[in-house]
């Protein structure tokens, strides 16, 4: 069964530092993956997606993330870390064998940025 | 237009009201969702329809009833809920429901039931 697994529930960053949110997959085929961010009280905006094209993905407002298919992980990285980005992130597969739309979520990862 | 829309942003009902959520997009896409978000936890899938046919259920209690009227529309019916039916409830939509086809969501109704 398709699983993710977001390592971090909570990662605090300084203004301007590098950001790394974690994310493994657990697919027995190559899977579909996404970064959604969730500012409070907003719905899910796409920040990027990895669909077996490039491995390394970029988004949009700087993120970007590395498919790395031998250790099964999708990290979402931002060289610079702005106070807009406080948010939440969801790291999102669908499985190979798609099931009519339905998205695998991971738990999340609240991103908090320090001035 | 990569835009979601639904209404109203928040809503507060009884356990005895009737009340729809409406959501709406014009991109054209001809998959559309329903989810429950509660606080700090991730979406939770409720309803999919596809080319106006309802195609999965997630064996979500009846008192929650799908519409879908259109390629641009979507409803969500509320009828008797309870207190734990409060939560954000989030439209999405796709342009199909392949594996490779993101889902764009709209900005939620906040539901409070009393």
């Known amino acids: 069964a398709q699983s993710v697994t977001q390592l971090d529930s909570h990662v605090s960053v300084s203004e301007g530092t590098p950001v790394l949110l974690r994310c493994n997959y657990s697919?027995?085929?190559?899977?579909?993956l996404f970064w959604y961010v969730q500012h409070p009280n907003k719905g899910l905006q796409l920040l990027l997606k990895?669909?077996?094209?490039?491995?390394l993905v970029k988004g949009i407002n700087g993120f970007e993330a590395e498919f790395k298919k031998s250790e099964t992980s999708f990290h979402l990285t931002k060289p610079s870390a702005h106070m807009s980005d406080a948010a939440e992130y969801f790291c999102?597969?669908?499985?190979?064998?798609?099931?009519?739309?339905?998205?695998?979520f991971g738990q999340g990862t609240e991103l908090s940025v320090k001035p | 237009d990569t835009e979601v829309t639904q209404t109203p942003k928040h809503l507060v009902m009884g356990m005895t009201n009737k009340k729809s959520l409406k959501c709406e997009q014009h991109?054209?896409?001809?998959?559309m969702y329903w989810y429950k978000q509660k606080a700090k936890k991730p979406p939770e899938l409720m309803f999919v329809?596809?080319?106006?046919?309802?195609?999965i259920n997630e064996s979500v209690p009846s008192r929650f009833s799908p519409e879908c009227p259109n390629s641009s529309l979507l409803n969500l019916h509320l009828h008797a809920l309870q207190p734990e039916d409060s939560a954000l409830y989030l439209c999405?939509?796709?342009?199909?429901?392949?594996?490779?086809?993101?889902?764009?969501f709209g900005p939620g109704t906040r539901l409070t039931v009393t």
């Open positions: 999405a939509s796709s342009q199909g429901r392949d594996r490779v086809n993101e889902q764009y």
């Open positions: 697919s027995s085929y190559s899977p579909s």
């Open positions: 990895y669909t077996s094209a490039a491995t």
């Open positions: 999102v597969v669908t499985p190979f064998y798609n099931q009519g739309g339905k998205l695998i």
């Open positions: 991109m054209g896409h001809r998959a």
């Open positions: 329809y596809s080319y106006e046919k309802l195609s």
